[in-house]
């Protein structure tokens, strides 16, 4: 009855249970692993500890207990122990799903995506139903391999623009990757063109540095150059980042920085905050102005592949898409709401929409669609 409970998700009760079977009968190994089991899974990581090293301490050789306490020095962050545990358990388990799975999860903590995703292969072979195997081996392709994505874009109230574009992103060396991009943009009756590339380099296992350039001859809307480094570092829970990026117009130059945090413990909620200074210099005038922007953005995952997103911004809220002439509306006010759905092919399809107000009292709507394809 408890392992049913515990199986269909009625954690609390099936603790309880479970405790009062281990206050009749403390020998019951089973049982005490089944508490710990469903301790990680409510996040009382230290109680799950503990209770995976009594058992360890009366029975040292117990496979199931030392993928658990692995598991539980993971999620402390403790990922140099939990792989010496988990890889001495590796000699003692056989072909064992969990223990894959763990080791997984130890890697990629470690940043090692190579072998994380090597292990969750081999674990999803042994358990394709596995939700959680399923999920973080899809999590690590994404982040890992090699993809193509393809977006559309369409704006339209104070500009008409239609805009399509396609990344590729390719794999070189374990902490090397590459990407290229061409977009096209059609508005209101000109034609501008951005073509470029860049890397990403896993500095080491909790930071990334990245640089990207693109350009387009000719270009009366976007940019005709286009440079943007950025360093991001992750800590737990949070990601703390910075961004310098250099744009080039016809008539204006703009230099922006902009850091970041993320803060995503791993649950349902994501909250990012992004603030960006900008000085544009028109080269008509001599003159130069400076500008704040900020961006608040929630993400809840709410079902298990399907997540959906909200955010506010003011002033310059995605330089991603900035135009001419969005510089001198730079005080403009932007809500937006996306919905991103992952299937197991590692597709990923992806809409948002976003109301725009501009200090000129005009607005915009803007309409994206993606489908993003990954390869392992």
Not at 224 to 249: K, Q
Request: proline share 2%; charged share 25%; aromatic share 10%.
């Amino acid at each position: 009855m408890a392992e049913q409970l515990a199986r269909a998700g009625r954690t609390v009760e099936a603790i309880a249970l479970f405790e009062r079977i281990v206050s009749l009968d403390h020998m019951d190994v089973e049982a005490r692993l089944w508490i710990a089991r469903l301790q990680l899974r409510i996040g009382r990581t230290k109680e799950a500890e503990a209770g995976f090293r009594e058992v360890l301490l009366e029975h040292p050789s117990d496979v199931d207990a030392r993928i658990g306490l692995g598991t539980a020095l993971t999620r402390r962050g403790e990922w140099a122990e939990a792989l010496e545990v988990l890889l001495d358990a590796e000699r003692d388990a056989g072909e064992n799903s969990d223990l894959y799975g763990a080791l997984a999860r130890a890697y990629r903590r470690a940043g090692d995506d190579f072998r994380a995703l090597e292990n969750y292969k081999r674990a999803k072979a042994l358990a394709p139903s596995d939700p959680d195997l399923v999920d973080g081996y899809e999590a690590t392709a994404q982040a890992y391999g090699h993809s193509i994505a393809t977006e559309g874009l369409g704006e339209w109230g104070a500009s008409d623009t239609r805009s399509m574009s396609v990344d590729a992103s390719v794999r070189l060396v374990p902490r090397l990757r590459l990407d290229f991009s061409a977009r096209g943009q059609r508005r209101d009756g000109s034609f501008d063109s951005l073509l470029g590339g860049g890397a990403l380099w896993r500095v080491n296992r909790s930071s990334s540095l990245g640089v990207r350039a693109v350009g387009g001859a000719g270009n009366t809307s976007l940019p005709s150059a286009d440079l943007t480094a950025a360093f991001i570092n992750y800590a737990g829970a949070f990601e703390v980042g910075s961004s310098l990026r250099w744009l080039s117009f016809t008539d204006v130059g703009v230099i922006a920085a902009s850091p970041q945090l993320a803060w995503d413990p791993g649950g349902r909620w994501r909250h990012e905050l992004r603030y960006s200074y900008s000085l544009s210099s028109f080269h008509e005038t001599g003159q130069s102005s400076g500008d704040n922007s900020y961006l608040l953005r929630e993400t809840w995952r709410g079902w298990r592949r399907v997540a959906v997103t909200a955010a506010y911004a003011y002033g310059i809220e995605s330089f991603e898409d900035l135009t001419a002439d969005r510089l001198g509306a730079l005080g403009s006010r932007t809500i937006a709401t996306g919905l991103r759905v992952r299937v197991p092919s590692l597709t990923a399809f992806a809409g948002t929409w976003e109301h725009q107000w501009r200090s000129n009292h005009t607005t915009i709507d803007r309409l994206t669609l993606a489908i993003v394809q990954s390869f392992p």
